[in-house]
């Protein structure tokens, strides 16, 4: 369910960025068929990732789309660690040669 289905939640725009790390994605070739402005993208910490303590993955359903890129996760991550509610939606979507670039809006939801 989306932040803006919930009664009484408003969302509090955070920031726009580049989703990562989409060409290393089994299965975003299929997935970029259907994704369209607007989808909300699951995001799941991952405290325990080698390369990042921050990191959060973005996922369509099951297939994982990118990553929130690493200059962009601190602040993000210590929210969600606190259990407050992001919602992240995608704004962008264009094949640059073969990289599928998904630009995204996170929110907060209150």
């Given amino acids: 369910m989306t932040a803006s289905g919930i009664a009484g939640r408003n969302e509090i725009f ?6 990562a790390g989409t060409t290393h994605c089994p299965g975003i070739e299929w997935v970029a068929q259907f994704m369209e402005v607007g989808w909300e993208l699951a995001m799941l910490r ?3 990732n080698i390369h ?3 990191a ?3 996922f369509a ?3 994982r789309v990118g990553w929130i ?3 962009d996760n601190p602040v993000l ?3 969600m660690d606190a259990g407050k509610y992001l919602v992240c939606r995608v704004h962008g979507i ?3 040669g073969g990289w599928l670039k998904v630009t995204v809006r996170v929110s907060m939801a209150e």
């Fill in 56 to 58: 959060i993955a973005l």
């Fill in 46 to 48: 991952d405290p325990a």
């Fill in 52 to 54: 990042d303590g921050c």
């Fill in 94 to 96: 264009e094949w640059v």
């Fill in 14 to 19: 955070l920031l726009e960025t580049v989703v």
């Fill in 69 to 71: 890129p690493r200059g």
């Fill in 61 to 63: 359903g099951d297939t």
């Fill in 77 to 79: 991550s210590r929210l």
